[in-house]
């Protein structure tokens, strides 16, 4: 800076930002892929063993998807002009929301053009000032913030603690309502679905679950973990998924009653005032979620990997955690031990991501393993070997 030149507070402070990023081993930094998503990806001229994408089912490169998506941008073109209430809305969103409405057992569905729009809009849209919202600890960043921004009071509660949540609903004045994760991003674990519905129906209080981990991989048609619980609409009101995970594409919707979705529809800013998604991604979707249905073999498949990674990881001491799902992370603590291991698993061609601070409380850095109907047993074999090798003290 010349002398006498003012101060430009914010090339200050975004320095500042990146300084205490870098300080703290904090710094984040997108990998870039020159390969499709699968259990082997390139990067950089090299290709990888890749254990840290929510393609759960292997659908995301698979060739009916990309047909039906190649089939409908050539009907449907790329864009989809407008938003869904302006002349966005074409006959591949249609047919995926009935049909999304009818895997799940519910009336309807509506599409959102990705899950962090859908939970921060519903909840906006559902909420009031002089209402309730209660949440998980650790509930994924999209439902805090829309509970945060919803002008409603905001309370969370220690993870999957029902007692901490039915003392909290007690004193809560007005309509209330608790949103979860189905299956929690980070941790892997599941939500007490039966025993929140339980607290919640004494209340009363609606709950809301957000199922982007389960739905697809859970459940005894993969529904999800509403499903797996023995629940349905009355229990939980409000259901979530992505589309971006299970079923390998993009986007998200809601699913409920006739009325929960036309009251959605009219009053919810994230599905009002943003373009459509494209429809060549709905119609890829729609495939999709055809092959999660006929192809029960990849929710089975996926099954047997989690038991084999976790035997696997529980012979050589690694600090599991308790997750049944697709999610298997190991507990480091320390965010540059975490890092420090996966540079090590990539150095080895393994691809496994540490998460850090803010996405993960102080201290509880990990290594966060997704497992893919993709993989093979022998895939899981090398990944465990290298773990082995690259472990601190394993
Ligand atoms: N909810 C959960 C539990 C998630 O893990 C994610 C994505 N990481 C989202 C919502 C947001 O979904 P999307 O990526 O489609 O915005």
């Known amino acids: 800076m010349t002398p006498g030149q ?22 984040r930094q997108c990998l870039t892929l020159e390969s499709a998503q699968g259990p082997l990806i390139q990067l950089a001229g090299r290709e990888y063993l890749n254990f840290c994408s929510n393609d759960y089912l292997g659908l995301a490169a698979h060739p009916r998807v990309v047909e039906s998506l190649c089939r409908a941008a050539r009907r449907y073109g790329v864009g989809s002009g407008a938003s869904h209430l302006v002349c966005g809305h074409s006959a591949p969103h249609r047919e995926l ?17 990705s899950g962090y729009a859908a939970n921060t809009g519903v909840l906006q849209a559902l909420l009031q000032p002089g209402d309730t919202v209660l949440q998980d600890r650790l509930n994924h960043a999209s439902l805090l ?11 969370r509660f220690p993870h999957n603690d029902c007692d901490a949540l039915a003392r909290r609903l007690a004193q809560a004045p007005g309509p209330a309502l608790v949103a979860v994760d189905g299956v929690f991003s980070m941790d892997g674990d599941s939500a007490p679905l ?25 459940g ?6 509403v499903e797996a619980a023995g629940l349905g609409e009355p229990e939980v009101p409000v259901l979530m998924a992505t589309l971006g995970k299970a079923l390998g594409t993009a ?7 006739e009325l929960l979705v036309e009251a959605l529809i009219q009053s919810t800013r994230n599905y009002i005032y943003t373009t459509a998604m494209p429809p060549a991604v709905a119609a890829a979707s729609l495939t999709a979620l055809t092959l999660l249905r006929e192809e029960a073999w990849r929710r089975d498949h996926l099954a047997a990997l989690i038991g084999q990674f976790r035997r696997g990881a529980e012979a050589l001491q690694l600090p599991l955690m308790d997750s049944g799902s697709a999610i298997q992370p190991l507990l480091v603590g320390d965010a540059r031990a975490a890092v420090g291991i996966s540079e090590a698993l990539r150095q080895r061609g393994i691809l496994v991501s ?7 409380p102080a201290d509880t850095s990990r290594l966060r393993i ?14 465990l070997q290298t773990l082995a090798d690259c472990w601190p003290h394993a």
């Not at 003012?6 to 904090?26: C, H, K, M």
């Not at 929301?97 to 053009?113: I, K």
């Not at 005894?220 to 973990?225: D, E, H």
């Not at 540490?354 to 993960?360: D, E, F, H, N, S």
């Open 194 to 218: 039966v025993e929140l519905a339980r607290v919640c129906r004494q209340r009363p209080a609606w709950l809301m679950v957000d199922d982007a981990h389960g739905f697809g991989v859970l």
């Open 370 to 383: 997704t497992l893919s109907a993709a993989h093979t047993p022998a895939q899981l074999e090398q990944l």
């Open 145 to 155: 913030d829309g509970g945060l921004h919803s002008g409603a009071r905001f309370r």
């Open 251 to 257: 986007g998200a919707f809601i699913a409920g009653s």
């Open 354 to 360: 540490a998460i850090r601070p803010p996405t993960v």
């Open 6 to 27: 003012p101060v430009d507070l914010f090339r200050q402070r975004l320095g500042a930002v990146l300084d205490q990023r870098r300080a703290t081993g904090l710094y």
């Open 220 to 225: 005894p048609t993969g529904a999800g973990s």
């Open 97 to 113: 929301e009935q049909a999304l409405a009818e895997f799940t057992g519910r009336q309807r569905a509506l599409l959102f053009s």
